[in-house]
């Protein structure tokens, strides 16, 4: 089975730089995602790893360790508009499983 | 013009009622998917199908079912609705039934409430 933890909630102030964790166990592995979901509205592609390391995308950044079952995403230079939830998501066997996902709040 | 739509945006019904939720992606892809938002905010997968051929089918009550008439749209069909069926439902699709570095693309999912 898969199993897959998120702190629920995080503060940040824009400008600054806030990192979410993830961590989880799983039986199969083919990649880890991380989606951004506004209230009320869809979950949005934010980012994929599949290898160990560190994936840059402008602002956002995602690191996986798959020998420990950790990732985070970093994300720089925080606006407003990134408030939201934030989620985590193994893909194994043609499915995601998708954590239960961080809610960012950033202040001005 | 919207990549992935579903339809209605909201859904309020009574118990016992059947309903559908249609969902039609323009994006070219092959495979589509039915999720489930529960209040903790679980997104759940329950039903995928890749050119019209139903690939996966989670551990869901047979009062759910599936449609694709063609490989541009995934139907839901809900009999019998019961109040934990509330939630909100979204559509998602892919290239292919192997995702990349694409992810999904969401519809901007149906909110069911029953009472």
């Known amino acids: 089975g898969q199993n897959i933890d998120q702190p629920t909630e995080m503060t940040a102030t824009e400008g600054a730089i806030v990192q979410i964790n993830c961590t989880y166990q799983?039986?199969?592995?083919?990649?880890l995602f991380w989606y951004q979901q506004h209230a009320g509205e869809a979950p949005t592609f934010l980012s994929y790893?599949?290898?160990?390391g560190l994936e840059e995308k402008g602002r956002f950044s995602s690191f996986l360790s798959r020998s420990k079952g950790y990732s985070y995403l970093l994300l720089k230079e925080l606006q407003m508009k990134d408030s939201a939830s934030y989620l985590c998501?193994?893909?194994?066997?043609?499915?995601?499983?998708f954590g239960s996902g961080t809610k960012l709040n950033v202040k001005p | 013009d919207t990549a992935v739509s579903q339809t209605p945006k909201y859904l309020v019904t009574q118990m016992g009622n059947d309903k559908s939720i249609k969902c039609e992606q323009n994006?070219?892809?092959?495979?589509m998917y039915w999720y489930k938002q529960d209040s903790k905010k679980f997104l759940k997968i329950m039903f995928s199908?890749?050119?019209?051929?139903?690939?996966i089918n989670e551990t869901v009550p047979n009062r759910f079912s599936p449609k694709s008439p063609d490989k541009a749209h995934l139907n839901l069909h809900i009999n019998s609705l019961e109040l934990g069926d509330s939630a909100v439902y979204f559509c998602?699709?892919?290239?292919?039934?192997?995702?990349?570095?694409?992810?999904?693309?969401f519809g901007s999912g149906t909110r069911l409430t029953v009472v």
């Open positions: 998602a699709s892919s290239r292919t039934r192997d995702v990349n570095n694409y992810g999904y693309t």
């Open positions: 799983t039986s199969g592995f083919n990649g």
């Open positions: 790893n599949v290898l160990d």
């Open positions: 998501a193994i893909y194994n066997f043609n499915k995601f499983y």
């Open positions: 994006l070219g892809h092959d495979t």
């Open positions: 199908y890749n050119n019209k051929e139903l690939i």
